[in-house]
């Protein structure tokens, strides 16, 4: 147990549905980070929230869209994915202004887009 | 840009045999080093790290040392079990948009036979 919660563990959706991942931390972090997890492409930052100010990864397509409404909460809202989408979706939290700086993370959300 | 490259697995090996996961290191400045492992079905967690150099990171019988002068963070274990198996990454600080992150290597999984 890391302190960091996700939910669902599992889903699968259909290209037209519209679904949301949670990730809650309570280890009292102010940094909030989501990653997807693939065969292809083994970790790749998706986005990072710093204060709960979002740091804005232009890579992401916007089929993809983030929410941290405070400092232990954060969402992914999902929408018109594609079969390329499915994956493992992994949150983390940090203090960020440790200089040692690790990443906490959450169990992951695996992700099956039919 | 920062980057980390780690050796290519699959690794295989048989219990109580020595291991060395290679991983060496690109970056401006003095980065925090890391390594996370991913046991099967499950997100990861932190297994040990070094914030400068020379300092040795160690956690149930891993070690790593920084070293500044190779660009390199090797994880060694005298002695493998078979619950290792799993997937390691090395990792190491750095900011991005005014936040800090981590930046993966590709990881190395690792397999620990009987």
């Known amino acids: 147990e890391t302190g960091v919660t996700q939910t669902p563990r599992h889903l699968v959706m259909g290209m037209t549905n519209k679904k949301s991942l949670k990730c809650e931390q309570h280890?009292?972090?102010?940094?909030m980070y989501w990653y997807k997890q693939s065969a292809k492409k083994p970790l790749e930052l998706m986005f990072v929230?710093?204060?709960?100010?979002?740091?804005e990864n232009n890579s992401v397509p916007s089929r993809f869209s983030p929410e941290c409404p405070n400092s232990s909460h954060l969402f992914l809202h999902l929408h018109t994915l594609q079969p390329e989408d499915s994956a493992l979706y992994l949150c983390?939290?940090?203090?960020?202004?440790?200089?040692?700086?690790?990443?906490?993370f959450g169990p992951g959300t695996r992700l099956t887009v039919t | 840009g920062n980057s980390v490259t780690q050796m290519e697995g699959p690794v295989t090996l048989s219990e109580e045999a020595f291991l060395t996961i290679n991983c060496t290191y690109t970056?401006?400045?003095?980065?925090?080093l890391f390594w996370y492992v991913q046991y099967p079905g499950e997100g990861l967690q932190l297994l040990l790290k070094?914030?400068?150099?020379?300092d040795k990171g160690s956690n149930k019988g891993f070690e790593a040392t920084y070293r500044k002068e190779t660009t390199s963070f090797h994880l060694e274990k005298g002695s493998v079990q078979v619950s290792d198996s799993a997937v390691y990454f090395c990792?190491?600080?750095?900011?991005?948009?005014?936040?800090?992150?981590?930046?993966f290597g590709q990881g190395t999984r690792l397999t620990i036979n009987p």
């Open positions: 983390a939290s940090s203090q960020d202004q440790l200089v040692s700086y690790e990443q906490y």
């Open positions: 280890l009292g972090h102010n940094a």
């Open positions: 929230y710093s204060l709960e100010e979002r740091v």
């Open positions: 970056a401006t400045g003095y980065p925090s």
């Open positions: 070094a914030t400068k150099a020379d």
């Open positions: 990792a190491l600080s750095d900011r991005w948009g005014g936040a800090q992150k981590l930046v």
